[in-house]
């Protein structure tokens, strides 16, 4: 899900929290080792709603209307139950693939504010956060995409010795 070029920060694929982005990329082939065909033989979506990029283009209510949109997905909640659920189906054949999502950064309202979060999503995060076990965070390093030598695209400037 992506923003228009407006809303979209200048140089954001080098912000510190553009770690959906960089997800995105690398699992976006087809060939990648962990895709799967189907959604169902999946044992983790990667939802990638750029709840970040929104929020540093000012976009807290495409947020919003984003995480209901998701909540309603078919791929995501086969018959429209498990994101209403609180409980945890037993038999592990039965449940949904659990979900990721990526909200980086802390500084904007979660998209989920008047809403709820499904016990099968985890979030990625910038920190963890005392909440009351409906949902796990997951605690995410910035990403670190320059310079150029110190992400091993480039070698090291030369440093003379002294």
Sequence with gaps: STLPDRYTPAN?????????LWLHRSLSSMQHPW??????????????????????GGKMFSSR????????????????????K???????????????????????????????????????KEFATRHSGAFRDIVSPFVVSRPSWLVGEANPPFTPVP
């Design 12 to 20: 954001w694929e080098h912000n510190q929290y553009a770690a959906e």
């Design 65 to 84: 209307f984003t995480w209901q949109s998701m909540l309603q997905s078919e791929v995501l909640w086969p018959n429209h139950e498990w994101p209403n």
């Design 35 to 56: 895709r799967v065909h189907q959604a169902v033989n999946a044992d983790l979506i990667v939802v990638s709603a750029n709840f970040s990029m929104r929020c540093f």
């Design 86 to 124: 609180t409980w945890i189906q037993p038999d592990p054949a039965l449940r949904p693939p659990v979900k990721l999502v990526t909200v980086g950064y802390s500084h904007c309202t979660v998209p989920w504010i008047m809403s709820h979060i499904p016990t099968d999503v985890l979030v990625l």
